[in-house]
């Protein structure tokens, strides 16, 4: 088991930064990628970014490019999305998920708010 919890989250304004992390315990080297997601009230969840664990090789929503960026510290179990230049559009829940198995996502953490004002 993986235990994922998210933290960084909070209310900033347009074109302000912010730094996200996703905490892994229990058996966080069994994890495989880790990977960000957000969500609003009434749609869809929709993925951010994703990082592979060992390789570190990111992939991003094209919202994403360009403004955000995945990381992670192996030696502290903990994944990170810097925001930067955020708009309020970008104002959802984002939580963070593992991945074990090759497809998918195994572990999901409770989510951080992110609002965005303009």
């Known amino acids: 088991q993986v235990q994922l919890v998210e933290s960084g989250g909070g209310l900033v304004q347009a074109g302000d930064s912010l730094r996200l992390s996703c905490a892994a315990s229990?058996?966080?080297?069994?994890?495989?990628?880790m990977a960000w997601f957000r969500q609003a009230p009434g749609k869809e969840r929709e993925f951010v970014a994703r990082i592979s664990w060992r390789s570190g090789i990111t992939a991003y929503a094209d919202s994403a490019k360009g403004r955000f960026t995945i990381s992670r510290d192996n030696a502290k179990n903990t994944g990170y999305l810097q925001m930067n230049s955020l708009k309020p559009e970008d104002t959802e829940g984002y939580c963070c998920?593992?991945?074990?198995?090759?497809?998918?996502?195994?572990?999901w953490g409770q989510g951080t708010q992110v609002a965005v004002a303009s």
């Open positions: 229990g058996r966080p080297f069994s994890l495989s990628a």
């Open positions: 998920a593992g991945a074990v198995k090759p497809r998918g996502y195994d572990y």
